[in-house]
């Protein structure tokens, strides 16, 4: 299989299963909140995970529309 059929197969897969796109933007979102804790800035934990969590919705809403094959 070459690598345009396996990221449209994945896009696919974001688009049809809310369960693995939940798993995905909760796993950009914790790769972002765990580099922003490095970063000393004491904002709430809350609030950092809000807006990694937007930005992670954001991330993957503009991949599948980048890369949508349909």
């Given at each position: 299989m070459d690598e345009s059929k396996i990221v449209g197969n994945f896009i696919k897969m974001l688009k049809e299963d809310p369960e693995m796109y939940?798993?995905?933007?909760?796993?950009?979102?914790?790769?972002?909140?765990?580099?922003?804790?490095q970063t000393g800035n004491n904002l709430s934990y809350e609030k950092v995970l809000s807006v990694a969590n937007r930005a992670a919705n954001n991330f993957l809403k503009n991949l599948i529309k980048s890369l949508d094959t349909n």
């Open positions: 939940q798993g995905y933007q909760a796993n950009i979102a914790m790769a972002f909140y765990d580099e922003y804790r």
